[in-house]
């Protein structure tokens, strides 16, 4: 079939959020539905990268100009910012790799320019849905769609400041006479509320494991009747169907990035994201929502498949992968990092995991012999009682066994910590506190948050195992929104924020290269693998803990 005979559906990832690396979601779709209906034409059209170059080329060419009070944001001037989108894209290594101050200036100015453009985008959508008039960024962002000629449109979001800009693309696409799909892991919970916040945005939203359904809208001419996890409006009532979550993965493929040109993302090397798994193998944590998202379960790719799509990619010119599953159990991650190595890969990659006794020594020197430069673990809390409360499974004093084997091996090991989970109380905090400051010669970066209800997680449905006596709607969103919460013992909200708050510049120092390179994920990938035994651990100056 000639490509000008196929149909057309263009999957669309909205702006805005850092685009170091090229969106996987909709790679993996266009690679699935290509290979199923050969009829179809699929484009992918990343509108976050593309809106990022329409902005800083502008800015170079003098013609958008930001105003003092975004210089003021950001701490500099237009000058740096377009310095750092240079080291970013690969035009300075010398300022990315060997001057920590100067990356330190260029992550702090990038960061708060998405800021500042997210709110603008917000906020222009928020005036389109008032007056119908689109905003000239608006019209450029719906004129790059329209150039795609699709008679079908998918969107996929997976960051909640996406969906303003995806309501707005879906519903000028159905004003087209386009039919409109929406999917993405930001529709966990909350799908039916986005539903009746932005009833013309989408004819259909898919939950769950996207190829399939997205196979049999198509096959179906957009009606959503039987397809697996979708919704969509019947009369005034939102329908939802079940969701199918299939067992073998492997059917769905690999990912499709050939069309990418990755020098247009801000990583100076390519970078590429791949999932080897669906779910979470531990599924007990009891703030977490993720997993319902692929029908509790956890599904896994063959070996053979992983090391057949790494190979595809090293062949397109990338060796740098963040493995962004939930988590990869220690047993897996053995047998993943062997076929590693039986395949001669020369590859560097970093991915998520829970850290417990499983992982050994030699298990560790394995993963780092087959290229994994650093582990973002799921720590939460260094106080017993609170890991028991979260369902995590860890023992304080086997996490602190693991930290120390992974740095050893010549892992880099960053954590998450969560502060004001319910009943915790300011010493429990200072636990966690104590155990960062005693290890701080094994951890290379906090990334850290204060506690949030999520609507659909455990502890929501039994909120007096947590002492949680009053629950109320703090800020209405399009997913529901941020829930408040009194618990009858432990910190208040209030208190935790304040917690969290002085903890700030103590978490920022842990990092041996530059404060604002945790905020750039793939960043640290590239900085650890080209710098990792060089960095000095001795030079950060994290502060002492207040007595």
Same mark, same amino acid.
């Given at each position: 079939?000639?490509?000008?005979?196929?149909?057309?559906?263009?999957?669309?990832?909205?702006?805005?959020?850092?685009?170091?690396?090229?969106?996987?979601?909709?790679?993996?779709?266009?690679?699935?539905?290509?290979?199923?209906?050969?009829?179809?034409?699929?484009?992918?059209?990343?509108?976050?990268?593309?809106?990022?170059?329409?902005?800083?080329?502008?800015?170079?060419?003098?013609?958008?100009?930001?105003?003092?009070?975004?210089?003021?944001?950001?701490?500099?001037?237009?000058?740096?910012?377009?310095?750092?989108?240079?080291?970013?894209?690969?035009?300075?290594?010398?300022?990315?790799?060997?001057?920590?101050?100067?990356?330190?200036?260029?992550?702090?100015?990038?960061?708060?320019?998405?800021?500042?453009?997210?709110?603008?985008?917000?906020?222009?959508? #928020?005036?389109?849905?008032? &007056? =119908?008039?689109?905003?000239?960024? +608006?019209? !450029? $962002?719906?004129? /790059?769609?329209?150039?795609?000629?699709?008679?079908?449109?998918?969107?996929?979001?997976?960051?909640?400041?996406?969906?303003?800009?995806?309501?707005?693309?879906?519903?000028?696409?159905?004003?087209?006479?386009?039919?409109?799909?929406?999917?993405?892991?930001?529709?966990?919970?909350?799908?039916?509320?986005?539903?009746?916040?932005?009833?013309?945005? #989408?004819?259909?939203?898919? &939950? =769950?494991?996207?190829?399939?359904? +997205?196979? !049999? $809208?198509?096959? /179906?001419?957009?009606?959503?009747?039987?397809?697996?996890?979708?919704?969509?409006?019947?009369?005034?009532?939102?329908?939802?169907?079940?969701?199918?979550?299939?067992?073998?993965?492997?059917?769905?493929?690999?990912?499709?990035?050939?069309?990418?040109?990755?020098?247009?993302?801000?990583?100076?090397?390519?970078?590429?994201?791949?999932?080897?798994?669906?779910?979470?193998?531990?599924?007990?944590?009891?703030?977490?929502?993720?997993?319902?998202?692929?029908?509790?379960?956890?599904?896994?790719?063959?070996?053979?498949?992983?090391?057949?799509?790494?190979?595809?990619?090293?062949?397109?010119?990338?060796?740098?992968?963040?493995?962004?599953?939930?988590?990869?159990?220690?047993?897996?991650?053995?047998?993943?990092?062997?076929?590693?190595?039986?395949?001669?890969?020369?590859?560097?990659?970093?991915?998520?995991?829970?850290?417990?006794?499983?992982?050994?020594?030699?298990?560790?020197?394995?993963?780092?012999?087959?290229?994994?430069?650093?582990?973002?673990?799921?720590?939460?809390?260094?106080?017993?009682?609170?890991?028991?409360?979260?369902?995590?499974?860890?023992?304080?004093?086997?996490?602190?066994?693991?930290?120390?084997?992974?740095?050893?091996?010549?892992?880099?090991?960053?954590?998450?910590?969560?502060?004001?989970?319910?009943?915790?109380?300011?010493?429990?905090?200072?636990?966690?506190?104590?155990?960062?400051?005693?290890?701080?010669?094994?951890?290379?970066?906090?990334?850290?948050?204060?506690?949030?209800?999520?609507?659909?997680?455990?502890?929501?449905?039994?909120?007096?195992?947590?002492?949680?006596?009053?629950?109320?709607?703090?800020?209405?969103?399009?997913?529901?929104?941020?829930?408040?919460?009194?618990?009858?013992?432990?910190?208040?909200?209030?208190?935790?924020?304040?917690?969290?708050?002085?903890?700030?510049?103590?978490?920022?120092?842990?990092?041996?290269?530059?404060?604002?390179?945790?905020?750039?994920?793939?960043?640290?990938?590239?900085?650890?693998?080209?710098?990792?035994?060089?960095?000095?651990?001795?030079?950060?100056?994290?502060?002492?803990?207040?007595?």
């Amino acid at each position: 079939m000639s490509e000008l005979s196929k149909r057309r559906i263009t999957l669309v990832f909205p702006p805005m959020t850092m685009p170091t690396s090229p969106p996987l979601g909709v790679a993996m779709l266009k690679g699935f539905i290509e290979r199923e209906l050969p009829q179809w034409q699929v484009t992918v059209l990343d509108l976050n990268v593309w809106l990022f170059q329409f902005l800083l080329g502008g800015i170079a060419r003098g013609e958008i100009h930001l105003t003092p009070a975004v210089h003021e944001r950001m701490g500099a001037d237009s000058r740096v910012l377009l310095q750092a989108a240079q080291a970013f894209t690969g035009g300075d290594d010398t300022a990315f790799y060997e001057q920590p101050q100067v990356y330190d200036v260029y992550g702090r100015v990038f960061i708060q320019f998405t800021d500042v453009f997210v709110e603008i985008l917000t906020a222009e959508c #928020a005036q389109w849905e008032r &007056t =119908g008039e689109l905003s000239v960024m +608006l019209q !450029a $962002l719906v004129d /790059q769609v329209l150039q795609t000629q699709p008679e079908v449109v998918g969107v996929s979001m997976i960051f909640s400041q996406q969906l303003p800009i995806g309501a707005m693309l879906g519903r000028c696409m159905r004003e087209q006479q386009m039919k409109v799909f929406f999917g993405g892991s930001c529709f966990t919970e909350g799908v039916e509320h986005f539903m009746r916040w932005y009833p013309n945005a #989408a004819d259909v939203i898919v &939950t =769950g494991d996207g190829e399939l359904p +997205l196979k !049999a $809208l198509l096959e /179906q001419q957009g009606n959503p009747r039987g397809v697996p996890g979708a919704f969509y409006w019947q009369g005034e009532q939102v329908v939802r169907e079940a969701p199918v979550f299939q067992k073998n993965i492997d059917a769905f493929g690999a990912p499709d990035f050939r069309a990418v040109d990755f020098s247009r993302y801000y990583s100076p090397r390519p970078v590429a994201a791949l999932l080897l798994s669906r779910g979470c193998y531990w599924r007990k944590c009891t703030f977490c929502v993720h997993y319902f998202s692929a029908g509790d379960s956890y599904r896994l790719h063959g070996l053979e498949q992983v090391v057949a799509m790494l190979k595809t990619m090293v062949a397109q010119g990338v060796r740098h992968f963040s493995f962004v599953d939930e988590m990869i159990a220690p047993g897996h991650f053995v047998r993943l990092a062997q076929a590693i190595r039986a395949a001669d890969l020369d590859i560097a990659y970093y991915a998520l995991s829970k850290p417990n006794k499983t992982f050994t020594p030699e298990i560790l020197k394995e993963m780092a012999a087959s290229g994994c430069k650093y582990i973002l673990w799921g720590l939460e809390s260094a106080n017993q009682r609170i890991l028991d409360l979260m369902g995590k499974g860890t023992q304080v004093e086997e996490v602190e066994q693991v930290l120390r084997d992974a740095r050893a091996a010549g892992i880099h090991n960053h954590v998450y910590v969560i502060c004001g989970f319910p009943t915790e109380t300011p010493q429990e905090f200072a636990d966690t506190l104590q155990f960062l400051d005693r290890n701080q010669a094994f951890i290379s970066a906090i990334h850290r948050s204060v506690f949030s209800l999520e609507q659909g997680s455990p502890i929501s449905k039994d909120l007096p195992k947590f002492s949680i006596e009053e629950v109320w709607l703090r800020q209405e969103s399009p997913l529901g929104g941020r829930m408040g919460y009194r618990c009858a013992s432990g910190m208040t909200m209030e208190e935790a924020a304040q917690n969290f708050q002085a903890a700030l510049p103590f978490f920022r120092r842990f990092n041996p290269y530059a404060q604002y390179l945790a905020n750039f994920r793939d960043h640290a990938l590239l900085v650890y693998d080209q710098r990792g035994p060089t960095l000095n651990f001795a030079s950060r100056g994290i502060p002492a803990l207040a007595a």
